[in-house]
T-cell receptor
Framework: GESVGLHLPTLSVQEGDNSIINCAYS??????FIWYKQESGKGPQFIID?????DKRQGQRVTVLLNKTVKHLSLQIAATQPGDSAVYFC???????????FGSGTRLQVQP | DGGITQSPKYLFRKEGQNVTLSCEQN?????MYWYRQDPGQGLRLIYY???????QKGDIAEGYSVSREKKESFPLTVTSAQKNPTAFYLC????????????FGPGTRLTVL
């Protein structure tokens, strides 16, 4: 079936570097995408979202890029900090469907 | 202090027993959701409700039941029919209007002994 997946299960970066977390999706009918951050034992925390009619959206220290041609979503974190260490999930929502479909997650480890 | 609360944080039950997980929100959100998360995996949708007294099955509803008698509450019952109930359960809510971003509670970790 169609699903959302991630290229890298674990990403290790140095503090201060930029991080890029990638996500591939296969459902061309998806119209909305979200990135969540989940710390151990806690619920997912909303980071940033993007609609399918956009290709880039920026937040505070984060940028989401959407490439519909290759069905690819990425999350860029500038000047990564130790507090950014967590598991990051991308999620998509199909047009007309309420529920989100989640990827399996990427663990980001920030080395001091 | 607005948000989504789930209780308890940790729950233990004996095999064959039903157990109910609580989810309450004071965000005035219309839609509420239950997800299940297994170790090292993403979230899978169990049930969702767009309005009071109405709910829909998600992708893995077997062995679970819900009710939505009040806008702010969406309890989930894990029945004895659920074959592998040990997991982390997450409740979410949204305003039911575009873009309909879902916000999550802190989760309940259920362990079946």
């Amino acid at each position: 079936g169609e699903s959302v997946g991630l290229h890298l299960p674990t990403l290790s970066v140095q503090e201060g570097d930029n991080s890029i977390i990638n996500c591939a999706y296969s459902n061309s009918a998806s119209d909305y995408f979200i990135w969540y951050k989940q710390e151990s034992g806690k619920g997912p925390q909303f980071i940033i979202d993007i609609r399918s009619n956009m290709d880039k959206r920026q937040g505070q220290r984060v940028t989401v890029l959407l490439n519909k041609t290759v069905k690819h979503l990425s999350l860029q974190i500038a000047a990564t900090q130790p507090g950014d260490s967590a598991v990051y999930f991308c999620a998509e929502r199909k047009t007309g469907r309420r529920a989100l479909t989640f990827g399996s997650g990427t663990r980001l480890q920030v080395q001091p | 202090d607005g948000g989504i609360t789930q209780s308890p944080k940790y729950l233990f039950r004996k095999e064959g027993q039903n157990v109910t997980l609580s989810c309450e929100q004071n965000l005035n959100h219309d839609a509420m959701y239950w997800y299940r998360q297994d170790p090292g995996q993403g979230l899978r949708l169990i049930y969702y409700s767009q309005i009071v007294n109405d709910f829909q099955k998600g992708d893995i509803a077997e062995g679970y039941s819900v009710s939505r008698e009040k806008k702010e509450s969406f309890p989930l019952t894990v029945t004895s029919a659920q074959k592998n109930p040990t997991a982390f359960y997450l409740c979410a809510s949204s305003i039911d209007a575009s873009p309909d971003t879902q916000y999550f509670g802190p989760g309940t970790r259920l362990t079946v002994l």
